[in-house]
């Protein structure tokens, strides 16, 4: 058990110091952000102006644009869809998967998390085109379904790595007295250990819609109009035809494509709460 | 009636044997003690009788009706954990409260019971809290209400004091013994520390290497150990044990079968050179107030613990006179076995 964290006061000195990092780094994370936002409201001439410009008209055609008069909405459908359904399947598989690996050791086990692991070692760019023929071959191509089982397939083996991990954190014997008061053995960990790495099975789930919102290769290969997800579709924002490259839009694209992950992270810090085991076992 | 009975329990990891054969009655109401060295088998024979682990072979039964088969949460007992194991993401009052929530209890109920235990274990105060804001005596409690709360047939402890400070593992060691006493349940207690056993147990189960050694009262196991294992595990100092032809040459009346005599520290007196059926020189000593005991070297070469409950100090280096009591005499087999 680690000790707490010092809570030593900080010279002022000292502090303005943090603080002056801290809002450096801030600043260094969140203009790129701010200037997404900015550039989704500019008129065109503003976009295209050489110098930077933070006083303008605001206008929201480019809004108007990607939601009423382009397929954006269809892809951003996909997108969460795949995700959604992507994280689901992958964190209750590689929970469930973890739990056996860590809590029921058998002689194989290390070889079977070799090998899970082992499947993430393996660039996706070598399976692209077998896989391609397959789903062609079954009439699977540009289908969701197809789409989702390839990211749970690239998500699962460190998923169960991570969770692993996070539930040899806990105490079996906290199980055990579940179990003791009337639990099965799945409800002991279902009521008794998931409370305890909700933090770490939330962040693995950040991880996975992460990784499937930004996954491009398999997006662009195995989906035509119909299962494209916005990965590969917002490359559809940035013709460079005789219009020029639509900046505005890819802004409003790029906003909307960060808005899930940023409202679920916000709503995770609250559970990011450290120590909730600590006392438990042992004086 | 929740007597408990083991028939031949074998448990193997893999090829260890870790129990070879256990056989084992506990009656309906008695508060029995496994005590044993660290790694002699004594939690796994716990676990197994909760049902955590699953046996090689053999049977278990709970109040006659055969468990062997069936999961921890159909047999009707309790276990307290070394570790107290508690809930860290629950409070108090939920920990307490989580058995009777898994049997569905109506929620007055269920708080109308834990409040009584709180006040039984006087835990009142700490019913909002989390694990984590406890001290180690005060987990002890919530862990042991937790156990109380279901009104179990049977309790298991497995070491429950070991990681309390002495005073209150003294003060713990009462209340648990009252609660035994107001619960009339039976009890399971393991530890590896012989005064625990002593004080508490109505039977003591002696445990070593997998095997029972021997089940009895304290005093039958204290005056009557089986064999030279139980005889120098059980007392406090342990039992001095000496070659039976030393035995014989100093007079002592012993057996022909006898290969190795026991004698306790408090059943040898200890007087002037000479006056004794051995001479020796007294070396180091320890004075805890009410006793003192003296180890004393023989001029064979071997020592001989011997308590001296009175206020005369003998110093390093006098030279005493030892008589043991031949009615305190052990006498054992080659192999170890008790002889009478
Ligand atoms: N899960 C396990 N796998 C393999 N060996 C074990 C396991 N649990 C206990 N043992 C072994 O069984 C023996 C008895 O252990 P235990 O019952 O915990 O002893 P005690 O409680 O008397 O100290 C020890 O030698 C221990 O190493
Ligand atoms: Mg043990």
Redesign the interface.
């Given at each position: 058990m680690s000790a707490p964290p010092s809570t030593r006061p900080l010279h002022p000195g000292q502090r303005v110091a943090v603080g002056g990092i801290l809002v450096l780094m801030t600043l260094f994370a969140g203009f790129p952000l701010l200037w997404v936002l900015l550039t989704s409201l500019k008129p065109n001439n503003a976009i295209l102006s050489k110098d930077p410009i933070f006083l303008f008209q605001p206008t929201l055609e480019h809004w108007e644009r990607v939601l009423f008069t382009s397929d954006f909405l269809k892809f951003y459908l996909n997108s969460l869809i795949i995700a959604a359904a992507t994280v689901t399947i992958v964190m209750v598989v590689a929970t469930l998967a973890a739990y056996a690996l860590a809590r029921y050791p058998m002689r194989a086990s290390k070889d079977i998390s070799f090998f899970i692991i082992s499947q993430r070692m393996m660039p996706p760019v070598a399976v692209v085109l077998p896989i391609f023929l397959i789903a062609s071959n079954i009439g699977m191509l540009d289908r969701l379904e197809t789409l989702i089982a390839i990211n749970v397939a690239f998500n699962i083996p460190l998923s169960i790595w991570m969770i692993r991990g996070f539930i040899e954190g806990t105490?079996r014997?906290?199980e055990?007295?579940?179990?003791?008061?009337?639990?099965?053995w799945l409800?002991a960990f279902w009521r008794?250990t998931v409370?305890?790495i909700w933090p770490g099975l939330l962040s693995t789930a950040l991880f996975v819609y992460i990784y499937t919102v930004n996954e491009f290769l398999f997006a662009s290969i195995l989906s035509g109009t119909n299962a494209r997800p916005v990965s590969a579709a917002v490359a559809l924002f940035l013709p460079t035809g005789v219009r020029g490259t639509l900046f505005g839009e890819a802004a409003v694209a790029a906003i909307l494509i960060m808005l899930p992950g940023i409202i679920f992270a916000a709503l995770m810090q609250r559970h990011l709460v450290a120590?909730?085991?600590?006392?438990?076992?042992?004086? | 009636m929740s007597a408990i009975s083991i028939r031949s329990l074998h448990k193997t990891y893999g090829n260890v044997e870790v129990l070879k054969g256990i056989d084992l009655d506990v009656a309906d109401g008695e508060f029995v003690v496994f005590v044993g060295r660290s790694g002699c088998g004594k939690s796994t024979l716990l676990r197994c009788i909760?049902g955590?682990e699953t046996i090689s072979d053999g049977s278990i039964s709970i109040g006659g009706a055969e468990v062997t088969r069936l999961?921890?949460?159909k047999r009707g007992?309790?276990?307290v954990?070394q570790?107290?194991?508690?809930?860290?993401?629950l409070t108090v009052r939920d920990n307490l409260g989580?058995?009777l929530g898994?049997?569905r209890q109506p929620k007055p109920q269920i708080a109308q019971r834990v409040a009584r235990v709180a006040e039984i274990l006087r835990i009142e105060d700490l019913l909002d809290r989390?694990?984590?804001?406890?001290?180690?005596g005060q987990?002890q409690r919530v862990a042991i209400g937790?156990a109380i709360v279901?009104e179990p047939e049977a309790f298991l402890f497995d070491e429950p004091l070991s990681?309390?400070d002495a005073d209150l593992r003294v003060q713990m060691r009462h209340e648990l013994m009252q609660l035994h006493e107001e619960l009339s349940a039976t009890m399971i207690y393991v530890t590896h520390d012989q005064v625990e056993a002593m004080t508490m147990a109505d039977k003591i189960v002696v445990l070593n290497a997998g095997r029972i050694e021997q089940v009895g009262t304290p005093l039958e196991l204290y005056s009557k150990p089986r064999n030279l294992f139980v005889a120098t595990f059980i007392g406090s100092p342990r039992m001095n044990v000496m070659s039976a032809a030393a035995a014989r040459q100093a007079g002592l009346a012993v057996g022909d079968a006898a290969e190795r005599i026991g004698i306790r520290p408090e059943h040898i007196a200890i007087g002037h050179a000479g006056s004794g059926q051995f001479n020796g020189t007294v070396g180091l000593t320890e004075h805890l107030g009410a006793d003192s005991y003296y180890f004393v070297e023989l001029d064979d070469g071997s020592r001989l613990n011997v308590r001296r409950s009175d206020d005369v100090m003998l110093s390093r280096g006098e030279r005493v006179g030892l008589t043991p009591n031949p009615g305190y005499l052990h006498q054992f087999s080659a192999d170890g076995a008790r002889l009478d």
């Open positions: 105490s014997e906290i055990e007295a579940a179990v003791m008061d009337g639990a099965s409800g008794v409370p305890q120590g909730v085991s600590l006392g438990a076992v042992k004086g | 909760a955590l999961p921890p949460s007992i309790a276990m954990f570790s107290y194991a508690l809930y860290p993401h989580f058995s898994l049997a989390r694990p984590v804001q406890l001290s180690g987990r937790r279901r990681n309390l």
